[in-house]
């Protein structure tokens, strides 16, 4: 199973940046995605989740800026941020899992390298 998060980068506060994860070696389907986040020294954060069905969930902390999809025929999944926050600097990591009910807890099967978010004040 390998799983690729794209889509980092620099952002000035306000921005928008779009997060794309591509899982292969299984069916993507049937797979829960789930998109966390990392500083030094925190523990890993959920940022938003979707399951096989469609069900999604948010940290408390998005607070309607972030929107998570999947597109099945090309296994990919994306998170769309928008209104960017300094806070919102971190490592994102994308996981899968054949697990629906993990939503924000991060102990999915797979995971990603990770792709850095930037955002300037």
């Known amino acids: 199973v390998q799983v690729v998060e794209s889509g980092g980068g620099l952002v000035q506060a306000g921005g928008s940046l779009t997060l794309s994860c591509v899982v292969s070696?299984?069916?993507?389907?049937?797979?829960?995605i789930g998109w966390f986040r990392q500083v030094p020294g925190k523990e890993r954060e959920g940022v938003s989740s979707?399951?096989?069905?469609?069900?999604?969930a948010y940290g408390d902390f998005v607070q309607g800026r972030f929107t998570i999809t999947r597109d099945n025929t090309k296994r990919m999944a994306y998170l769309r941020m928008n209104s960017l926050k300094p806070d919102d600097t971190a490592v994102y990591y994308c996981a899968a899992d054949l697990d629906d009910w993990l939503e924000l807890h991060a102990t999915y099967d797979h995971w990603g390298q990770g792709t850095q978010v930037t955002v300037s004040s």
């Open positions: 979707i399951s096989s069905v469609g069900s999604i």
């Open positions: 070696g299984v069916t993507f389907e049937d797979y829960a």
